[in-house]
């Protein structure tokens, strides 16, 4: 583990300094942390949607590199936070009703995200086991290929658990 977080300094210093491959590697290291994270918080957004929030978490990871200072943390974490909050913002402005000046003024509210995570809870509370399952294992941004493999059920009895759960939860959050 200590020469992958060694070879990453490299590569963003290398990066620093203009140097193109080493920013692909570090993109290719991390893209599937920006999957992960648009996974999680764009589960019911369409696939264009997705895609958009994709190019923004690369986009967010490359100002992640030039914004690292080994001084203040790992570049990781870093990476997470600026991926996750650039898709905070992307969908506020992209799906806000709202006019931008009020869009700008909400602060974040404690009690609507414990609230939040309690209805989530509850919604989970509606799957069947192998729903669960899935629902866990999505979250945690695999596959429904590698869903269907650790399951130990067939690609379609998953894919179809994943269209139940979205269609429930469409239905439910409403």
């Known amino acids: 583990m200590e020469s992958t977080t060694d070879d990453i300094k490299k590569l963003i210093e290398k990066a620093k300094k203009g140097d193109r491959d080493a920013q692909e590697k570090i993109l290719e290291n991390y893209a599937s942390l920006v999957k992960k994270v648009v996974r999680y918080y764009g589960i019911f957004l369409s696939r264009e949607d997705r895609e958009d929030l994709f190019i923004e978490g690369l986009l967010a990871l490359v100002r992640s590199i030039n914004a690292y200072d080994e001084s203040k943390g790992n570049f ?99």
């Open 76 to 174: 990781e974490d870093l990476a997470f936070i600026t991926i996750r909050n650039t898709i905070f913002d992307y969908l506020k402005t992209k799906h806000s009703e709202k006019p931008f000046d009020d869009a700008y003024e909400d602060k974040f509210d404690i009690e609507e995200y414990v609230a939040l995570k309690a209805s989530i809870k509850d919604f989970q509370e509606t799957l069947s086991p192998l729903e669960k399952r899935v629902f866990d294992l999505y979250m945690e941004g695999r596959k429904i290929s590698e869903i269907a493999e650790i399951t130990g059920r067939s690609y379609k009895s998953c894919d179809n658990a994943m269209q139940r759960i979205k269609k429930r939860a469409r239905d439910f959050f409403k």
